[in-house]
């Protein structure tokens, strides 16, 4: 059985940076290709990032486009999502997402899901 759990959420100004991280536990991780998605209050959930299992494909929302950067390390079981220049509108409760053997790194329909991280803009 496959586990995430995020961490690294938070308060932060505009502007400033935060590294969310995702430790993957229960089965091979280099065989899940790795999302990160959002969901703002009254908003349906949103992709971020994604990252392939093969490790060489990344997906990026418009949102996340120059700012935000996913990567995964297959000998720490970790994908990490560095978000840099954040505004207001990047507030939402943050989930890490996997699902094995995935080619297509868009969509929400992953198999597993962590429980989410806070992350807080303000002005």
């Known amino acids: 059985q496959v586990q995430l759990v995020e961490s690294g959420g938070g308060l932060v100004q505009a502007g400033g940076s935060l590294r969310l991280s995702c430790v993957f536990s229960g089965v091979t991780f280099s065989k899940y290709t790795m999302g990160w998605f959002r969901q703002a209050p009254g908003k349906e959930r949103e992709s971020v990032a994604a990252?392939?299992?093969?490790?060489?494909?990344?997906y990026y929302a418009d949102s996340a486009k120059g700012r935000f950067t996913i990567s995964r390390d297959n000998a720490k079981n970790t994908v990490d999502l560095q978000m840099n220049s954040l505004k207001p509108e990047d507030t939402a409760v943050y989930y890490c997402?996997?699902?094995?053997?995935?080619?297509?790194?868009?969509?929400?329909?992953?198999?597993?899901w962590g429980q989410g991280t806070q992350v807080t803009v303000s002005l």
């Open positions: 990252v392939a299992w093969g490790g060489g494909r990344t």
């Open positions: 997402a996997a699902d094995a053997y995935r080619t297509s790194l868009g969509g929400s329909d992953y198999t597993y």
